[in-house]
């Protein structure tokens, strides 16, 4: 059975708090959030906070890595393998699927892990354990911002101009932090059990990786296996952006639809599995 709080009146000024058990399978009491609001910002600015605490760098990380990056795949896949970016300069055609999937694969790592990263506080006193993976996922959002400042000057270097199409952005943009979020929350559920999840999650990350098209354009796949790529959420998410910003090829209505449709499912099938096992963290954790 899993804990939820109840908040009952017992007197004018404190509120006192009777924690029991829930029932029934979709007793989700997504109400508590916003109850604990104020814990999810103070979350959220924490993790922020202890990523660039000690470090020589700090928030420059967030433009190093994409641009790093960016380089490699230039000199590998642009110049030596010769890979198409349809028609745009593949340096930009590549950053603009960067960012997002950084974006996401981000949010996947550091809510997978969250709840093993916060086992003292889960512990000692009662909250949403939702907060937690939900706080790892918001902090991935600052990085994400940084992130764009240099995509914004590559736009500006290559004199690419921004169209009604940027203002879809924030919809591929919460797609992504939708995906990761959905898969984080079976993930984190999974770690506190079973600690195997920690070591599946970077061949996961990077099989995730190449099987989106970031480094190559979707064009050179088949025909007849484009279908599959369809079902990769992230797919969609840079294909969006690369139509928003670059004018390329629109993602297909129907395959976005079934993607957008699978992450739903999978969302919701992960917050129902993980306010199951909530009540399991403090005794396994």
Do not use: C
Not at 12 to 35: F, K, N, Q, T
Not at 49 to 76: C, D, E, H, N
Not at 254 to 262: D, H, I, K, Q, R
């Amino acid at each position: 059975m899993t804990t939820e709080a109840k908040i009952i009146q017992g007197s004018p000024d404190v509120p006192e708090i009777v924690v029991e058990p829930s029932h029934g399978w979709l007793r989700l009491e997504l109400g508590d959030l916003w109850r604990y609001r104020e814990l999810l910002y103070f979350l959220t600015w924490r993790d922020i906070k202890v990523r660039y605490k000690q470090t020589f760098l700090g928030a420059s990380w967030a433009i190093l890595q994409p641009l790093l990056t960016m380089i490699l795949f230039s000199v590998v896949f642009g110049y030596f393998a010769g890979l198409p970016s349809e028609g745009v300069p593949y340096p930009v055609f590549t950053l603009t699927a960067l960012v997002p999937w950084q974006l996401f694969a981000y949010a996947l790592n550091q809510s997978s892990t969250s709840l093993i990263a916060d086992k003292n506080l889960i512990t000692k006193i009662y909250f949403p354990r939702l907060v937690i993976p939900l706080s790892s996922v918001l902090s991935a959002l600052l990085d994400f911002l940084i992130a764009s400042l240099l995509l914004a000057g590559m736009l500006l270097i290559y004199r690419l101009p921004l169209t009604w199409r940027a203002l879809t952005l924030p919809l591929w943009v919460g797609l992504a932090l939708l995906t990761a979020m959905a898969v984080g929350l079976w993930l984190s559920a999974l770690n506190v059990q079973y600690r195997d999840v920690r070591y599946t999650l970077p061949f996961l990350t990077q099989f995730w990786m190449y099987a989106t098209p970031i480094a190559y354009s979707l064009t050179i796949v088949p025909e007849q296996w484009r279908w599959l790529y369809s079902l990769n959420p992230m797919t969609g998410v840079v294909e969006g952006f690369r139509w928003a910003l670059l004018g390329t090829s629109s993602p297909a209505t129907g395959p976005a639809l079934v993607s957008a449709l699978l992450v739903l499912l999978l969302f919701l099938g992960g917050l129902v599995y993980f306010k199951r096992m909530e009540d399991r963290f403090a005794d396994v954790v």
